[in-house]
């Protein structure tokens, strides 16, 4: 079965500037997820979706960061505009029926964003 | 809300040593326990997990943790190691209720050396 993917896998971009990201969870997995990883730290979670409604954009920021997933499968992810401190890796993460805790969450390779 | 504590931030070991990483979490709730790999230039990859059971959970490349709920701790082991075991590891904690998204320790590097 295929895996999580995501596009791109390297960006590189001026402050200021815009920038999606794109990722196609595994086929059938219901829930969604967009982590963000700062090098060195953890990932942190960014938001959730079920489906393609929203679960937890808590800790998403919202006077930048954006994120859709309209027909319940693809998912993007933008920053407009995007600040210094935005460089990271952006991970997507899927798993299966209404994000279970005992269900895997299966990773994306990522996407690494330099914000110069 | 949980939290997750990695104590160290690299752990060096030599080829065929034996190795711990260590990992405490914080949280009013029960709790479910995971521990994932990074490769480089990679995304995560599960290792093992704690649902429920027994407190001793085997995992993928020889991997092994152990739940401790009195000392609130998931500590992972393996007797011995490889120069392909060197990567990141992570470890999360998540609860059966409320949100479900996995909380993240900041990470231990494991560096094998030969």
């Known amino acids: 079965e295929a895996g999580v993917a995501q596009s791109p896998r390297y960006k590189i971009i001026e402050k200021r500037q815009s920038v999606a990201f794109w990722c196609n969870p595994i086929?059938?997995?219901?829930?969604l997820y967009w982590y963000q990883q700062i090098l060195g730290q953890g990932p942190k979670l960014l938001i959730q979706?079920?489906?393609?409604?929203?679960?937890?954009d808590s800790q998403l920021p919202k006077d930048r960061f954006s994120a859709e997933r309209l027909k319940g499968v693809d998912s993007t992810l933008k920053i407009q505009p995007a600040k210094l401190e935005d460089s990271a890796v952006y991970l997507c993460?899927?798993?299966?029926?209404?994000?279970?805790?005992?269900?895997?969450?299966?990773f994306g390779p990522g996407t690494r964003l330099t914000v110069l | 809300a949980q939290s997750v504590t990695q104590l160290d931030s690299q752990v060096p070991v030599f080829e065929e040593a034996p190795v711990e990483l260590r990992c405490n979490y914080s949280s009013s709730v029960s709790v479910y326990l995971f521990w994932y790999v990074q490769y480089p230039n990679q995304g995560l990859q599960l290792l093992l997990k704690?649902?429920?059971?027994?407190?001793l959970v085997k995992g993928i490349n020889g991997f092994e943790a152990e739940f401790n709920k009195s000392q609130t701790s998931f500590h992972l082991r393996k007797p011995s190691v490889h120069i392909s075991d060197t990567a990141e590891y992570f470890c999360?904690?998540?609860?059966?209720?409320?949100?479900?998204?996995?909380?993240f320790g900041s990470g231990t590097r494991l560096q094998v050396q030969p």
């Open positions: 086929s059938g997995h219901a829930t």
């Open positions: 999360a904690v998540t609860s059966d209720t409320g949100r479900r998204a996995l909380t």
């Open positions: 993460a899927s798993n299966l029926i209404g994000g279970l805790a005992g269900n895997e969450q299966f």
């Open positions: 979706f079920q489906n393609n409604g929203v679960v937890d």
């Open positions: 704690y649902l429920s059971g027994s407190t």
